[in-house]
């Protein structure tokens, strides 16, 4: 049950970001926007949407490896005889490292969420800043090789025939990140979009 509401707490923050990104969250924001100026505009807008997605992407990856700390230590978190256990995957010495830099696929995350939430700020407070393109094209081209990392993570979980559902968080905000690089792009490059307030 705590399990559960743990995902939940990662989960819906995450997607409400991703509501937020996408074009249809226009009226959500709008509802929004007297009570969060922010939200007023679509620039504003999305880059609210993945300081959520990049927090909780955080989050979420900070869970995971301290789930995989607490089973090294020989503790359990999430077993259970059911196809949702993350301890047998989380646990797996040889599935929870990168094949390069044997490092645990959560710091991995917390790294790369908390340095894609270090773009996102950058991006909200200086829109016409130097960096500002730059930052853009480096959150799409980080997240977009996310994917990759997903599919790998996926097929891991396809071969052990178990699902992890604070993975699957992370894997679902790469996604949603990715999708609100790509929004926060085509919006750089209409230039009068961009700087419309």
Not at 108 to 119: D, H
């Amino acid at each position: 049950m705590l399990d559960n509401l743990l995902v939940a707490a990662y989960l819906i923050p995450t997607l409400f970001g991703l509501l937020l990104v996408v074009p249809f969250g226009k009226s959500i924001g709008d509802s929004l926007s007297s009570r969060f100026e922010i939200l007023g505009s679509e620039r504003g807008r999305i880059t609210a949407g993945l300081q959520i997605i990049a927090f909780f992407g955080f989050a979420v990856s900070a869970q995971t490896f301290w789930i995989s700390s607490k089973i090294s230590e020989g503790g359990n978190f999430c077993s259970s005889s059911t196809v949702f256990n993350c301890d047998d995957l989380i646990g797996n010495s040889d599935l929870n490292v990168d094949p390069v830099f044997d490092l645990s696929w959560g710091i991995i995350g917390m790294i790369v969420n908390a340095f894609l939430l270090f773009m996102i700020l950058v991006i909200k407070n200086e829109p016409n800043g130097e960096y500002t393109e730059r930052f853009i094209k480096f959150g799409t081209l980080i997240t977009g090789a996310g994917i990759l990392v997903v599919l790998l993570l996926v097929s891991y979980e396809i071969q052990e025939g178990k699902i992890c559902l604070y993975c699957t968080t992370a894997h679902i905000a790469n996604i949603a990140a990715l999708i609100g690089f790509l929004r926060l792009k085509m919006l750089f490059d209409d230039k009068s979009a961009w700087k419309s307030k």
